[in-house]
């Protein structure tokens, strides 16, 4: 699937020759998408990792064995955490094609059959939240 887009006048959207923009392909997405979701989830195990390994060694010497159960628990978390909440639940909580925290909001009063004030709340705050980080 190839985009061709034409660049308005004064744009700074790079181009080449033919003053179209440069095409998107399916995969490029595919694997930018997949950088975004794996470069955010694979940044806190680095953090908790030197902590995980003094909690597993009481303070003391680390272990080979320390530092490999350490690495087994954030790989098996990580596989958990990406198989069953990314592709099993959240892929398929869509609306119609859509998605975020408001789509949430519908499925959720679709599912209760009825709109609740909480349920409003939540979700204009998470809507308001999630427009208001830079």
């Known amino acids: 699937m190839m985009l061709s887009v034409t660049a308005p006048h004064g744009s700074e959207l790079p181009v080449h020759g033919s003053g179209e923009a440069h095409p998107t392909s399916f995969w490029a997405l595919t694997l930018g998408s997949i950088g975004v979701v794996y470069g955010d989830i694979g940044t806190s195990p680095l953090y908790a990792f030197r902590e995980a390994i003094v909690a597993a060694t009481g303070g003391g010497e680390v272990t080979r064995a320390a530092v490999f159960g350490v690495l087994s628990l954030i790989f098996w978390a990580l596989i958990v955490i990406v198989t069953l909440k990314y592709v099993l639940i959240l892929l398929r909580a869509d609306n119609n094609g859509e998605g975020g925290t408001l789509t949430l909001m519908a499925l959720a009063q ?20 999630s427009t208001a980080m830079p």
């Open 110 to 129: 679709r599912a209760l059959g009825r709109s609740t004030p909480l349920l409003f709340l939540l979700g204009t705050i998470s809507g308001r939240c």
